[in-house]
């Protein structure tokens, strides 16, 4: 494979989601794109994307240029004493199209990761601290995956926090809506189990 088409499947294989493969064929149809439209718009939207785009200085979520902190820092609706954290951006996205959170989010932009040398340190901790802080926060919710990294990132958020007084939780983990017990793994039926609520009053 010629250098750039190599250099461009490196870039989109970085990609969550994508694979080598992927990445190949992805990287092959914009070469072979006749009339370079689909290039163009492309590069096009990457280099708006650069301009107008950061992440928001308050929950490090994402945000444009002329507006931060974001918008979802700055709504006065949303309730500002519990805090969402989350591993990053994408995870308040989703989050926020469930419709089911009104608080405010932070996002850490990692997890502890010994085998990446990731301490807290690399992660946005102490602006969490000034937050909980000076914020009037009640409830912080660890929202983080259940591997084993996020889970001991999510211990250790709760050390950390719990002696400010505030409430610390933890997002119940189960059963995906559809699903059955039969294709459940063992840790998520552990933490269906552990995570359970009354039913009725």
């Given at each position: 494979?010629?250098?750039?088409?190599?250099?461009?499947?490196?870039?989109?294989?970085?990609?969550?989601?994508?694979?080598?493969?992927?990445?190949?064929?992805?990287?092959?149809?914009?070469?072979?794109?006749?009339?370079?439209?689909?290039?163009?718009?492309?590069?096009?939207?990457?280099?708006?994307?650069?301009?107008?785009?950061?992440?928001?200085?308050?929950?490090?979520?994402?945000?444009?240029?002329?507006?931060?902190?974001?918008?979802?820092?700055?709504?006065?609706?949303?309730?500002?004493?519990?805090?969402?954290?989350?591993?990053?951006?994408?995870?308040?996205?989703?989050?926020?199209?469930?419709?089911?959170?009104?608080?405010?989010?932070?996002?850490?932009?990692?997890?502890?990761?010994?085998?990446?040398?990731?301490?807290?340190?690399?992660?946005?901790?102490e602006r969490l601290l000034h937050?909980?802080?000076?914020?009037?926060?009640?409830?912080?919710?660890?929202?983080?995956?259940?591997?084993?990294?996020?889970?001991?990132?999510?211990?250790?958020?709760g050390e950390e926090i719990l002696?400010?007084?505030?409430?610390?939780?933890?997002?119940?983990?189960?059963?995906?809506?559809?699903?059955?017990?039969?294709?459940?793994?063992?840790?998520?039926?552990?933490?269906?189990?552990?995570?359970?609520?009354?039913?009725?009053?």
């Open positions: 494979m010629i250098e750039p088409l190599e250099r461009l499947v490196r870039v989109l294989a970085g990609l969550p989601g994508l694979g080598r493969r992927s990445a190949e064929r992805i990287a092959l149809r914009l070469a072979w794109d006749r009339n370079r439209g689909l290039l163009k718009d492309l590069v096009q939207a990457l280099q708006e994307l650069d301009a107008s785009v950061r992440l928001c200085s308050e929950c490090g979520g994402i945000t444009l240029v002329t507006r931060d902190p974001c918008e979802l820092c700055t709504d006065p609706r949303r309730d500002s004493h519990v805090l969402c954290v989350v591993e990053d951006p994408a995870d308040i996205a989703i989050i926020e199209a469930s419709g089911a959170f009104r608080g405010r989010y932070h996002a850490l932009l990692g997890h502890i990761s010994p085998m990446r040398g990731q301490g807290p340190q690399e992660l946005r901790f937050r909980i802080r000076t914020g009037g926060v009640t409830e912080v919710i660890i929202a983080l995956d259940t591997d084993a990294e996020n889970e001991a990132t999510a211990r250790w958020l002696p400010l007084g505030v409430r610390v939780t933890r997002i119940a983990y189960g059963l995906p809506v559809g699903s059955g017990i039969a294709y459940a793994d063992p840790q998520t039926l552990q933490h269906a189990l552990a995570g359970r609520v009354p039913l009725g009053r």
